[in-house]
């Protein structure tokens, strides 16, 4: 079983940063892949970036590609996304999730409660 805290979100101003932190407690953090994925109000959850099990490979969303960095730290059960350039339409509730190599939510199996980022115009 795994457990996953999300921390960092907040309200800033379009063209700021924010550093999402999501902390994980339980046996298996350091054996998947880890997943940020957002939910604006009225849309569904989508992918936003994802690392594997040791850090090397990382993929992004279109959409946060060049402006977002995922990172981990196995030794710290912890892993980051930096958030720079934030735009309105980066507003949305944010969650962590461990699992397997992916950007599909389904192949996810564990969740954090979320953290909400809300950018202002």
């Known amino acids: 079983q795994v457990q996953l805290v999300e921390s960092g979100g907040g309200l800033v101003q379009a063209g700021g940063s924010l550093r999402l932190s999501c902390t994980a407690s339980?046996?298996?953090?350091?054996?998947?892949?880890m997943g940020w994925f957002r939910q604006a109000p009225g849309k569904e959850r989508e992918f936003v970036a994802a690392?594997?099990?040791?850090?090397?490979?990382?993929v992004y969303s279109e959409s946060v590609k060049g402006r977002f960095a995922i990172s981990r730290d196995n030794a710290r059960n912890t892993v980051y996304l930096q958030m720079n350039s934030l735009q309105p339409e980066d507003t949305a509730v944010y969650y962590c999730?461990?699992?397997?190599?992916?950007?599909?939510?389904?192949?996810?199996?564990?969740w954090g409660q979320g953290t909400q980022v809300t950018v202002s115009s």
């Open positions: 690392i594997n099990l040791n850090g090397v490979l990382t």
């Open positions: 339980g046996r298996t953090f350091g054996s998947g892949a």
């Open positions: 999730a461990a699992g397997r190599w992916s950007a599909n939510a389904k192949d996810y199996d564990y």
